[in-house]
């Protein structure tokens, strides 16, 4: 297996090129000049002994994917290391598994809990360690809310109450009325946040929310919408139920996390105020929870993938794609299965727009705060970042051969650099 650390010139001939702008593969030959593509062309491209040459033999070449709802601490950490590890174990832990992620063909991620701002420092030094991140740092909940994981016996932090120890890791931060709410926008904005995520309604995970709960009002919403716009970038919300997700979207926020309670109008509503739908494609095997009851809301929300997809599809909403994988590291290959499971609903080609140049245009977004914005993510075009995966087989026919990336990845290549090569080169 040759790697090569450093980005140079690097080319990559006779691949058959799904560049994730048309929905057609045509053969050709990539150019990588530092950490972007510098040719990509039918004809071939001229070689020299400053050029690292390898020859794809006709293998199937695509942009790197992306997952646009991650929690890398959380996918590295089980719960009992989130509560017992100190800072620094969690942190080896995330990089470690950062890098399985890697492995598994995801090049950029967009981490909407957890305190990867650090990680991601360490790894835009190092592309090889891991994804890149676009992070959110902690996401903010009410007190009682999806975030809200202190004990019964605790009194809140809004009367005097000392943090719960999501709150201490960077994971979570409650926050209750506008002020708070400011403040804790304005925290992870200084942490180094690329957007902002709130808990909007009643989650899984969570013990005290039911599904069907509204969390924060609507100045609490603005509020936060007002304060990531002054930074130039975005509010998105984890909610599923309808008057959750009308409520933020009326108050400006521009992503819904899950949504998979949602109704055909409010999915209508969505198109129409040019708000993203960041989905999941869950199923009920997905995630193991404790008790009875976070088993059955696990339920409810898996049996609404089908039909949210399809009214999203009939309306023209903006979809992203993304996991949700949580506190089960030995079951993070599902990140995998969950991109060949999106060929349930769409077809191949739109399932690999999804993951590659649709998730890029939703992580834009982030406007000023975008720290990936020198160039474009996602696609196989000149100036575009350098990431790509070669695959045997063909996944416009076949998405199932992205389930083992280990087999199935020939060649990873992450900001120029060779993070896999089992091709000679």
């Avoid at 209750?176 to 946040?193: I, N």
Wanted: aromatic share 6%.
């Amino acid at each position: 297996m040759g790697v090569k650390t450093e980005p140079g010139r690097l080319l990559i001939k006779n691949v058959e090129i799904f560049d994730a702008v048309a929905d057609r593969t045509f053969a050709g030959h990539v150019l990588i000049e530092g950490r972007t593509f510098a040719a990509v062309d039918t004809s071939p491209i001229a070689e020299d002994a400053a050029t690292t040459v390898i020859d794809a033999a006709g293998r199937f070449l695509m942009p790197g994917m992306t997952d646009a709802h991650v929690h890398l601490v959380g996918m590295a950490n089980t719960m009992i290391d989130l509560i017992t590890a100190t800072q620094s174990q969690l942190a080896a832990a995330t990089i470690v598994r950062a890098k399985d992620t890697l492995l598994r063909g995801f090049t950029t991620v967009r981490d909407v809990a957890g305190d990867t701002a650090g990680i991601k420092t360490v790894i835009d030094a190092d592309p090889a360690l891991g994804p890149r991140i676009y992070p959110s740092q902690a996401a903010i909940s009410q007190t009682a809310g999806h975030g809200d994981f202190s004990f019964q016996f605790e009194p809140p932090t809004a009367l005097g109450g000392k943090p719960s120890r999501a709150e201490e890791i960077g994971f979570l931060r409650v926050a209750d009325g506008v002020d708070r709410v400011l403040a804790a926008v304005r925290e992870q904005l200084k942490l180094g946040a690329s957007q902002i995520k709130l808990m909007a309604g009643g989650g899984v995970a969570s013990v005290y929310d039911p599904l069907y709960t509204l969390q924060f009002t609507p100045a609490e919403l603005r509020a936060a919408v007002e304060a990531a716009a002054d930074y130039g970038t975005y509010v998105c919300t984890h909610v599923y139920n309808v008057p959750g997700i009308r409520r933020a979207v009326e108050a400006g926020v521009k992503c819904i996390e899950h949504g998979h309670l949602s109704d055909e109008p409010t999915i209508a509503m969505l198109a129409d105020h040019d708000v993203w739908l960041s989905m999941q494609p869950f199923e009920a095997h997905d995630h193991h929870l404790p008790d009875p009851d976070r088993a059955r809301k696990n339920q409810r929300v898996a049996e609404g993938t089908a039909q949210v997809y399809e009214w999203a599809r009939k309306h023209g909403v903006k979809l992203g794609w993304g996991t949700d994988l949580l506190f089960e590291p030995d079951h993070n290959d599902r990140q995998s299965d969950m991109v060949v499971r999106l060929g349930q609903y769409f077809t191949n080609v739109e399932a690999l727009k999804m993951v590659t140049s649709g998730n890029a245009a939703l992580f834009r977004l982030a406007g000023e705060r975008d720290p990936y914005q020198q160039a474009r993510l996602g696609e196989i075009t000149v100036g575009a970042w350098a990431d790509l995966l070669v695959v045997n087989g063909d996944p416009t026919r076949d998405l199932g051969v992205l389930a083992d990336p280990a087999a199935n990845l020939a060649l990873i290549v992450k900001d120029g650099v060779i993070v896999k090569n089992t091709l000679v080169t």
